[in-house]
């Protein structure tokens, strides 16, 4: 087993993945259909509750939902990682199943060397800083609330 999947059996690590996605897609149908008409609707983020301050996810979720009708510059606005994580959601399920289906561990791989990758050094600086400017974005477009 891939050192990346940190010990976990083939089955386990996509059954992992595949619950994270089946949570991520019924978080995305209660915002589309529950949260749609009740704006008032939960949050799931303890920074932001806590602290006032929006963290560098905040607006995700809503920026999924302008990309489901269409509205690509509002779910940039919102928060770009909206577009990954639709990429993510549309990917990721399909992929389980292409490997489940040919007997192959091609996800695992991807997750291993991804691993490998953001261990280098500028690569991590990189990531730091696009979350740091996800951040002030955040920041500068939800502002703070107490």
Do not use: E, K
């Not at 891939?2 to 992992?16: C, E, K, L, T, W």
Request: aromatic fraction near 10%.
């Amino acid at each position: 087993m891939n050192d990346a999947a940190h010990g976990m059996s083939r089955s386990r690590f996509y059954g992992v993945v595949l619950l994270m996605t089946v949570v991520a897609y019924a978080w995305v149908g209660y915002n589309a259909y529950v949260r749609a008409h009740d704006a008032s609707g939960i949050s799931i983020c303890i920074v932001r509750s806590v602290t006032g301050v929006p963290c560098p996810g905040c607006g995700t979720t809503r920026s999924v939902m302008h990309l489901m009708h269409g509205d690509v510059l509002d779910a940039l606005r919102s928060n770009p990682l909206g577009i990954a994580a639709v990429i993510a959601l549309g990917v990721i399920p399909w992929w389980i199943v292409v490997d489940l289906a040919t007997r192959r561990s091609s996800l695992i791989g991807a997750y291993t060397w991804s691993n490998r990758v953001l261990r280098q050094r500028a690569v991590m600086v990189g990531v730091l800083f696009f979350i740091a400017c996800l951040w002030t974005w955040n920041i500068y477009n939800q502002g703070i609330s107490r």
